[in-house]
């Protein structure tokens, strides 16, 4: 267990709908990362929040957006869904930035299944 | 081309056998992660490296800056060792973000 909780752990929805997954990180961890891993791309970092400020952006497209709340748990919200927005949706929290000697904690993902 | 690289892409292995996985990488870097992700799709971080090699139980993580490359090796490896073994790296340029591999899907057989 690594002291990461996301929720919820599966989600069926239809094309077009808006979702939310949810995340706590560790305790005393300020940074939450958000990774979507479909059979197509492999795992793909989508966004980083650190102390509740945007930090680094990766692969994230205009209908997902995230925030961190000041208790540090972290929303990532899809909308107008697609078919190709199927996938496992990982959260992850660090102690710091994300530097080299920042090691990040994975929580048990969230399936989204788009029908 | 990938910035990350992986090979093999599949293992089989019988119970025992010494077992290496590679990673190569393209870019500037400040950090290699070796993940697990086991068949329900939970991801165990293993090693964070930047440099040299380090060791927990059955498992040693490798890397050579100069040459862009890290190993992975399990020592006498176990049915349950049986899982996808992702290698990502960290950048240096722009966010940190990580950049991960396609990742080697080792079946070890008992």
């Known amino acids: 267990d690594s002291g990461v909780t996301q929720t919820p752990k599966h989600l069926i929805t239809a094309t077009g709908q808006r979702v939310t997954l949810r995340c706590s990180p560790r305790?005393?961890?300020?940074?939450v990362y958000w990774y979507q891993q479909s059979l197509d791309q492999g795992l793909q970092f989508l966004i980083q929040?650190?102390?509740?400020?945007?930090?680094a952006k990766g692969n994230i497209l205009e209908r997902f957006s995230a925030q961190q709340f000041p208790d540090l748990h972290s929303e990532l919200n899809l909308s107008s869904l697609e078919l190709g927005d199927s996938a496992l949706y990982f959260c992850?929290?660090?102690?710091?930035?994300?530097?080299?000697?920042?090691?990040?904690?994975f929580g048990p993902g969230t399936r989204l299944t788009v029908l | 081309k990938n910035e990350v690289e992986q090979s093999p892409q599949n293992l089989t292995a019988q119970e025992g056998e010494f077992i290496t996985i590679n990673c190569s990488y393209s870019?500037?870097?400040?950090?290699l992660h070796w993940l697990q992700q086991h068949p329900g799709g939970g991801i165990v971080s293993l090693f964070m490296?930047?440099?040299g090699k380090k060791k927990h139980g059955r498992l040693i993580a490798t890397i050579n800056i100069q040459e862009k490359h890290s190993s992975l090796h399990i020592t006498a490896s176990h049915p349950r060792d049986s899982a996808v073994y992702i290698c990502?790296?960290?950048?240096?340029?722009?966010?940190?973000?990580?950049?991960f591999g396609q990742g080697t899907r080792l079946t070890i057989n008992p």
């Open positions: 305790s005393g961890d300020l940074s």
């Open positions: 990502a790296v960290q950048l240096i340029q722009g966010a940190q973000k990580l950049v």
């Open positions: 490296l930047s440099s």
């Open positions: 870019v500037g870097i400040s950090a």
């Open positions: 929040y650190y102390n509740g400020e945007e930090r």
């Open positions: 992850a929290s660090s102690v710091g930035v994300g530097g080299g000697t920042d090691t990040q904690y």
